[in-house]
């Protein structure tokens, strides 16, 4: 890494560093201020973008195997909280297990850099072959239910989550800063919709699975993540001034959608169990929720447009 890069990378991480600092005095001053208002949500959204901060650091300055294990954890403990809301037999435990098994494997062809196997090892060699171990003694009763929702699962919380880690296997000189663009854009995109839908919002997507989501945060959480993407792109990505602005818009829409299918899954899964829903509240499940879908999405769409990836 060249010295002038490496200036560049302190300047940067020192900017959100203090940004996250400021972020975080605002919120809890106003959560003390206005206790009839629920800042739990972005509070816990909060310690995540610490906790991603400090991965970040040593990734970039260190070594990024750190970033790709953190990842590889993540995927884990998501999936696994995942599994947790699922009304499982007996019999599905060997399911679960399984699916364990296939995260090591699918960052291994990441860390290898085997873009291929990546892209398809999920999405068809786990797809075809995962429902055996369920099919073997164990009967036909819940199959369909057990194996669609683990493998739903492994699309969104593995398989999704897991292009983190790959940006900067496919571009060791962008893909780091890649990521901090896309996650800072994602996790502001998150907070702005939640913000402007408690304050202002009126009319509810999804009232039954989660109130939070309004028209109106939509609508602001894209104008600001635009508008964010337009001051952020000089400084971390190479993209021209149409596409630094259309990826915010891309990035602001894709994580709405994840953010509204998450919430609506796991109203599925845990209607009647109330003590269940406030205990997974705010999880993780709840912190990656956009990023499940803005990973691949910008991944993919970037990797089309674009040269380097």
Known sequence: MEVSLITQTIWTLSIIFFVLLVATLVFYVL???QPNKDFTNILTRVKTWWGMFVVFCFATLFNPLV????IMILCLFALREYFSMMKSRKSD???FLWSYLMIPIQFYWIYIGWYGMFIVFIPIYVFLFLPLPRIIGKGTLGFLRSVSFTQWGLMLMVFGLSHLAYYPIASPEYGP??????IVLTQLNDVIQFIVSLYIGKRKVVPTA?????WEGFIGALLVTAGASYLLYPYLTTFDLTFGILSGVIISVAG???SVTISVLKRDLLIGDHEKQESLK??????VDSLSY???VFFHIIRYFFDFM
Do not use: E
Not at 282 to 287: D, G, K, M
């Open 177 to 182: 800063n890649l990521v901090l663009y896309l």
């Open 31 to 33: 959560k003390k201020s």
């Open 210 to 214: 989660n109130p939070n989501i309004t």
């Open 67 to 70: 970033s790709l294990f953190s």
């Open 256 to 258: 709405y959608q994840g």
């Open 93 to 95: 435990r060997r399911l």
């Open 294 to 296: 803005t990973s691949p």
């Open 282 to 287: 705010n999880r993780y499940l709840s912190r």
